[in-house]
Every structure is written in C-alpha cells, then in structure tokens.
C-alpha cells in the first residue's frame, strides 16, 4: 500500500539513523527516521528488511520557514512534489528521492520552524499543501514554542480543521511541551472532530493522542526524539526511565533515590525488566538500556489501547489509568519518610483533570 493512508491507526518510533538498530522489528508499527541524510539511511534499513513509513530530515532545526518559501524552495504550481529530471534551485531533490523509494509509503513535508503566531506562513503552508496535495505527502508542521498557550490558538486550530489533508504536528520546547500549562486540554480541543491530524517527535503525549483520536503518532526513542529542542540547549542528556505504573517519564537518578528495590512499584511486567530486575537498576548517562525498557512499555500500551474498539473507550481508559497514575505517585510521596519524593509531572497532571 502506498499513501499516507498506511498510517491511520499507527504508532510509530521516532528515531535518529545512527540510533534505528536499537529498535526491534516488533517494537510498535514502524519508524520515523530522521537525519539529514534520511534518503541514504533508508535505502541501507531496507536491505535488512525492517519497514520503514517516514523519512524526517529535520529542515526544522536549521531553518525557520516563511511565507514565501515554508518548504525551503519555491513551490512548483504544478506539483509540489518534483518529478525526475525536474531538480533546480526552485525544488527540492530530497523529495524527488524520497518519492523514488519505493518502500516510502508517504512522504513528510521538508517544512521549516513555524514560529508560534505565524499565521501567515502557517496558511501559506496550508493552502500550497491543499493545492498540490498527493495522496503520498503528509504535511509536516513543526511548531515553534508557544503555540499552544498563545493567544493565536483559535486561528491555528480553525486553520488545521479546514484544511483537508494528513498533517504531522510537533512541537518545540526545553523539555516536554506539554508539561505547559493548558497545553493537554488545547491537544484535545484540537483533536476533538479531527480525523487527519497526527502527532510526532513527542513523548507520553503520543499515547494520550492517540486515545483521543489521532489519525498516527510518533513517539521518540530517545529524549531529544521528543520534541524539537530549543537552538542553544546545552543541557546534557537525561537518563528517562518510563514507569508504567506512573505513566511518565523520570530521571534514572532519581528513581535511584525514590523506589525501595524491593517493592512493587519498583518492578515492572515488560518484557525486558524481569523479577530481579528493578527499575532503580539505570544508572549513568548511557540511556540505552532505558530506552530498549521504555520501548517494551510503548509496545504494553500500544496493545492495551488496541482492546478497545472505539476512541470513547480508548478515551476513557487513558484517562482513567492518567488518574490512577497521578494518585499512586501522590500515595507514594506521602508515604515516603527516607527516601526522596519524585515529581509529579505537569503533563501527568493535566491528564489527570481532563475528565473532570
């Protein structure tokens, strides 16, 4: 099957090229793999048989895009996807190759930063996607921080809804951009009706997303797979650890110093932790052994959402574990007299009162 239609009903792992043998062939539906060389990587997977959906090549982290060039070339009038033999300076030669593989189901958009009130390039983006739309392209819209909690929200959800059409959001910030404040409600608000929107390079929010209805997520491998970092970041890499009984993500360290080793919370039913392995068994910056943990949950929960066949259902389960979650952090917190307490996650918070 060719078309972006592959995708509905898919979660994806987010993963850089020099990073993809870390994911299993079992591990969710497939890849978003990304670097600036996407096209090379994705001839050299597919010789190992793993199947790959979406090539991202990250245009967003150089470039801001603008009204007259959203994609980074002129859009030709005719096809926004160039045909062979059509490679100038007024297309993009990323695209033709991506087109030219025939294991790229679809094809994202080389689309740059959409800085948060640019409403101009935003519809410019739009309106040239709905012009020139081929059943392979997925529009992607990576979104500058401060979209979501911004004044400009109304206009930006209006102008995603009347637009036909798949589209891949993501989202800019220091760290999870939907720990900010309103930002879980305004992700639900925006899927409520939506049959074609999609959510990628994101975290735990991917999940939620997908309860509520998106069309396909991406969730990253890694850290900085979950967002679009901030030019400048500087800060070094974090060691997540994904608890499922939590539903969220926290710092190896400080589960180190929160979670007796001993006790039920400490343990997780994935298939890479075992009984004598507890979940204060990471340390160091080496992430590679969270991230193969953090998958296996990914893949629990990809299955548990899949048992209920309606997104009422799905809705309502994720919404009920989100509150179950945040009131066992909440218990172990109040109980813990020798050992550290551990953060309560805004995201998992705003989860937690959504139903309310």
């Known amino acids: 099957m060719v078309g972006w239609e592959i995708l509905r009903g898919t979660m994806l792992v987010q993963v850089a090229a020099s990073d993809m043998g870390l994911v299993p062939a079992n591990r969710l539906d497939g890849l978003v793999l990304t670097g600036s060389d996407v096209v090379a990587d994705m001839r050299n997977r597919v010789h190992v048989g793993d199947k790959i959906l979406l090539g991202d090549r990250e245009r967003y982290l150089h470039e801001n895009a603008t009204a007259e060039a959203p994609f980074g070339y002129r859009a030709d009038e005719r096809n926004l996807l160039p045909t062979v033999g059509s490679v100038g300076p007024d297309t993009d030669p990323v695209l033709r190759e ?7 189901a679809a094809v994202l958009t080389p689309t740059g930063l959409i800085a948060a009130g640019d409403i101009r390039t935003l519809r410019r983006a739009l309106n040239l996607f709905a012009r020139h739309r081929d059943d392979r392209l997925v529009l992607a819209l990576p979104l500058g921080t401060g979209w979501l909690r911004s004044a400009w929200f109304p206009d930006f959800k209006k102008l995603l809804l009347s637009t036909e059409g798949p589209k891949a959001l993501s989202f800019q910030g220091r760290d999870d951009p939907f720990d900010e404040e309103q930002s879980v409600a305004k992700l639900a608000d925006m899927l409520d009706g939506a049959t074609d929107l999609g959510i990628v390079r994101t975290g735990l929010a991917g999940v939620g997303a997908f309860a509520l209805g998106a069309a396909f997520t991406a969730i990253g491998l890694t850290a900085d797979q979950r967002h679009i970092p901030v030019p400048a970041d500087t800060e070094p890499p974090k060691n997540l ?11 190896a360290g400080d589960l180190n110093l929160a979670l007796d080793p001993e006790s039920d919370l400490a343990h997780c039913p994935c298939d890479v932790c075992g009984p004598d392995q507890p979940l204060n ?27 209920y066949p309606t997104r009422a259902h799905r809705t309502e389960w994720w919404l009920s574990e989100c509150e179950e979650a945040h009131a066992r952090l909440e218990e172990l917190n109040a109980r813990q007299v020798s050992r550290a307490q551990l953060e309560i996650p805004p995201q998992l918070q705003q989860w937690a009162k959504l139903r309310s």
Not at 98 to 104: I, M, S, T
Request: glycine content about 2%; cysteine-free.
């Open 98 to 104: 991506l087109e030219a593989q025939e294991h790229a």
């Open 241 to 251: 650890v994904l608890v499922r009984a939590f539903l969220s993500f926290h710092d």
């Open 281 to 307: 068994r990471f340390h160091g910056t080496d992430t590679k052994h969270a991230d193969a943990h953090n998958l296996a949950v990914l893949k629990m929960l990809a299955d548990e959402l899949a048992e």
